[in-house]
């Protein structure tokens, strides 16, 4: 089943809205791919005006920002500590923003958004 993301068919107040047209191809949602922790795997996608879309499926590294330091270093990604948008996804070792990951240099928080951004950057924490 496809994901539509368009108007809803109701009102803020629970009204029922009525329907100038039927739903169309701009309106229809990509299916959900996770970045997890693995061999680095990235899929392109088309998007609208013909422009690209890098979607990160699988992940071996990480941009890490330490904020004592000032400096930016690229380091291998061990495993999820945890993830505030699923629980089962430390599980799965699915990354997505505002996941704690092990990294080689500490823990740390990511910063990007991989299934937008085709890239893990994040900031270190204590």
């Known amino acids: 089943m496809a994901l539509w993301q368009g108007k809803s068919r109701r009102k803020s107040s629970g009204g029922r809205l009525r329907r100038s047209r039927k739903k169309r191809k701009f309106e229809i949602g990509r299916e959900q791919q996770y970045a997890s922790t693995g061999e680095h795997s990235v899929k392109l996608y088309k998007t609208r005006g013909h422009n690209q879309k890098v979607r ?71």
């Open 56 to 126: 990160l499926l699988r992940a071996e590294w990480a941009n890490v920002l330490d904020p004592k330091k000032k400096t930016t270093k690229r380091t291998r990604i061990l495993t999820v500590k945890s993830n505030p948008a699923n629980p089962h996804f430390v599980q799965r070792n699915i990354i997505t923003k505002g996941a704690t990951i092990e990294t080689e240099l500490g823990t740390a928080r990511v910063t990007s958004r991989p299934g937008q951004h085709g890239v893990i950057n994040a900031v270190l924490t204590k």
